[in-house]
């Protein structure tokens, strides 16, 4: 009877239970069992319990094999893939079965198929994730929180976190945030008010992300006694929106400071919508306004609305969008320029129904474009009728444009000079300064700059210019270019030169003046003296013989005191219209020339001459002068040759700048310059004693060459030879 009411309660159980040998063979099982999990619907007592039962995962076949070997086993609920690939959630519990005598018997299955219920619950953490709304749990009577999975993984906290309320307030950033949640929840607890919140969190990681909470309170006896809620991630939509807040607020402001209005226009309702900038625009009060049609077009200029009427109305008819520039007139006269944009919304069917659109006032951008264009063409006048030369250059100093003055004094054309920079015509010796000129225009050290460079005209010759410069800049605050002026002042350079050189001969003949009185004053007392010493000896003398002795050394001192007077008129005459004189010379010519004047002196002392002159050198001198220069030169060097060697004469030219150098080297008998150097350019100084020296060759040498705007030099050492060195103008 027992074992009947046992079978019984296990046929009718609500749960599969099935009941198994040692030899998985069924012993028996519930009609539940049959029901969810057996093959057929045939008995299946003692029937092997694999052969009749739908496909099981490899770990409950494992569990029961260790079941009948007494250990127990207890699955709460897993995913299984079978091998047809479907899903299937599992729970069960299996118990050996033991007897008295004879120890396990088999084993007792509780089996569940709980699929679809954990279908339902992953489809609804699908949707929490999707969509990233957690739930959340305040239990105040046990005091436990309680988050969902999704809810952790919005506080990027690990799946075994369990906070507490403390914890969980802690992640609302400090500040309003943590306030306002700390505010709301205690209310929800102390009240009863459910409450729904926008806040900021800090994850765990550190991140900050807008949240949405939402509570509601469940009352036991008026009294809360659990907070149930949501907990969803809003972070990107709240962006957004903060985003959208700010750019409107920010149009808001543009359209405040840039005086743009807005408005919309109902054609079905006849009706124009304008916000308070567009009023103030129109100079129409509000209250005043019909906000109709006309009331806008009746503001319009007379001038100007047939135009934008017709533009209007192709706004209208879908032809283009109003994009217009008129002028209103305000009720007390003044003229406004006015710009206007448009866009038109059409029905379902194609019918244009409302227009929307924005005016705003550019009378003072108007006003400003037409004093800039006035100013330019002010500018463009003053620029092409200068006086002076002016151009636009680039920071790089290409010419951008130049005016009529300045291609005169350059002697190219506009288009010649827009094809250079102004350091292709800059003078070498200028382009270190101009650089650095560039280099201070271009970093903006100085507003307005100037400075003197030489340029080389077309035609060759230099021209000499002031350079002022005034550096533009673009909207980034970098030179976008230079406005030059050209000062020409070659004409009063040149006149200083000439001043200049007109003050150096002053200066060398006030000098040589000086030198001659000198001399003048010396010689001719030295020869007056010497003449009454002599007149006052005859006269007082009365030996016949001693007067005729008197006699001859009365006439030898007339005729010194006349080859004095002939040396005196010889230094006057080397100045005199020295410049006027001057013209290009060949240096080799000359030098051919006084070679053959004295061909018969170089034969009889077997001199060799070296020369080393290139024949396009030119000297920019008085022949007479170049000639004498040279010829006194050469002679002096065979003149005081070195008696034990033969007399050789190096002679050299070469260009130094705008200068020729011409050098003379002898192996004569040299000149002690430490003891004679200061007077060796000095009338009437010798340094050997030979029978033809009277210290006058080279002092007129020196003059003859400082008249022509040179210089001489010497190197010498006794007993090895000399060196002169002649400069003169290139011509």
């Known amino acids: 009877m027992k074992t009947l009411a046992v079978d019984f309660l ?10 198994v040998d040692t030899k998985l063979n069924f012993i028996s099982y519930s009609n539940q069992w049959h029901q969810k999990f057996s093959l057929n619907k045939t008995d299946n007592n003692n029937k092997p319990l694999f052969d009749n039962i739908i496909e099981m995962p490899d770990s409950f076949k ?70 990233r709304i957690g ?43 943590r306030d306002k949640i700390t505010q709301l929840v205690g209310l929800a607890i102390n009240e009863g008010k459910p409450f729904e919140t926008e806040l900021i969190i800090i994850t765990a990681k550190g991140n900050e992300v807008w949240v949405c909470a939402k509570g509601e309170v469940e009352l036991l006896n008026g009294k809360a006694v659990r907070l149930i809620g949501t907990f969803q991630d809003i972070d990107e939509r709240k962006k957004i929106e903060l ?79 109003f994009d217009e520039e008129f002028r209103i007139k305000h009720k007390d006269g003044n003229i406004k320029f006015i710009r206007g944009l448009s866009k038109t919304i059409k029905d379902l069917h194609g019918n244009t129904i409302k227009m929307t659109g ?26 092409e009728n200068s006086a002076i030369g002016m151009a636009l250059v680039s920071s790089d100093l290409k010419w951008l444009k130049v005016n009529k003055s300045l291609s005169q004094s350059l002697g190219y054309s506009e288009e010649e000079l827009l094809k250079m920079t102004s350091m292709d015509i800059t003078h070498p010796d200028d382009l270190t300064g101009s650089n650095s000129f560039k280099n201070n225009v271009v970093k903006g050290n100085d507003e307005n700059l100037q400075f003197q460079k030489r340029f080389f005209h077309k035609n060759g010759n230099i021209v000499h210019a002031i350079i002022g410069a005034t550096p533009v800049n673009d909207l980034n605050g970098k030179v976008s270019h230079v406005i030059t002026q050209f000062l020409d002042i070659t004409d009063r350079i040149e006149a200083q030169k000439k001043l200049e050189a007109l003050v150096d001969v002053t200066k060398s003949q ?56 002939a040396h005196l008129n010889d230094v006057v005459q080397v100045k005199t219209g020295a410049l006027e004189q001057m013209q290009s010379i060949s240096v080799l010519s000359t030098i051919n020339q006084i070679t053959k004047s004295i061909n018969g002196l170089l034969e009889e002392q077997r001199a060799i001459l070296n020369i080393d002159v290139n024949k396009s050198h030119f000297a920019h001198a008085v022949p007479a002068y170049l000639e004498s220069i040279f010829l006194n030169v050469v002679t002096n060097a065979l003149k005081y040759r070195a008696k034990e060697r033969t007399p050789v004469i190096d002679i050299k030219s070469q260009i130094k700048k705008n200068n020729i150098l011409i050098s003379f080297t002898d192996n004569g008998q040299g000149i002690d310059l430490k003891r004679h150097g200061e007077n060796i350019f000095g009338m ?45 103008k290139q011509a």
């Open 684 to 728: 009437y100084k010798t340094f050997h004693k030979h029978k033809d020296a009277k210290g006058i060759g080279l002092f007129i040498t020196k003059n003859q060459i400082e008249s022509m705007n040179g210089s001489i030099s010497i190197e010498s050492e006794v007993d090895k030879g000399t060196t002169i060195f002649i400069k003169l």
């Open 10 to 19: 296990l046929k009718e159980s609500p749960n599969a239970i099935a009941i």
């Open 62 to 131: 494992i569990a029961l094999k260790k079941a009948i070997n007494g250990e127990e086993d207890i699955n709460h609920g897993r995913k299984f893939i079978l091998p047809d690939g479907n899903l299937q959630w599992l729970k069960w519990k299996i118990i050996p079965s033991k007897t008295e005598n004879h120890g396990f018997d088999g084993a007792i299955i509780f089996m569940d198929d709980i699929t679809i219920e954990q279908k339902e619950i992953e489809l609804l953490h699908k949707a929490e994730e999707v969509a």
């Open 135 to 177: 739930c959340w749990e305040l239990d105040l009577l046990n005091n436990t929180v309680n988050w969902t999975k999704t809810t952790k993984d919005i506080h990027e906290v690990a799946i075994d976190f369990v906070p507490n309320l403390e914890e969980g307030i802690n992640f609302y950033k400090e500040g309003i945030h």
């Open 358 to 383: 924005a005016n705003w006032d550019i009378t003072e951008l108007r006003s400003t474009e037409f004093e800039l264009a006035e100013s330019t063409k002010l500018f463009a006048k003053t620029f």
């Open 510 to 565: 006030n000098e040589s003046l000086t030198n001659f009185a000198h001399i003048v004053s010396h010689n001719l007392r030295s020869h007056s003296t010497n003449m009454t010493m002599l007149t006052k000896f005859l006269n007082e003398e009365e030996d016949e013989n001693e007067v005729k002795n008197l006699n001859k050394m009365i006439t030898s001192a007339s005729q010194s005191l006349s080859e004095t007077i």
């Open 243 to 321: 985003a959208h807040q700010e750019i409107s607020e920010r149009l808001k402001i543009t359209t405040q400071t840039a005086q743009i209005g807005t408005w919309n226009y109902d054609l079905t309702e006849n009706e124009l919508e304008w916000d308070h900038e567009m009023y103030r625009i129109f100079d129409i009060d509000k209250n005043q306004f019909s906000g109709v049609f006309k009331a806008w077009s009746s503001a319009i200029h007379p001038d100007d609305l047939e135009r934008t009427l017709a533009a209007t109305n192709d706004a209208i008819n879908g032809i283009k969008d």
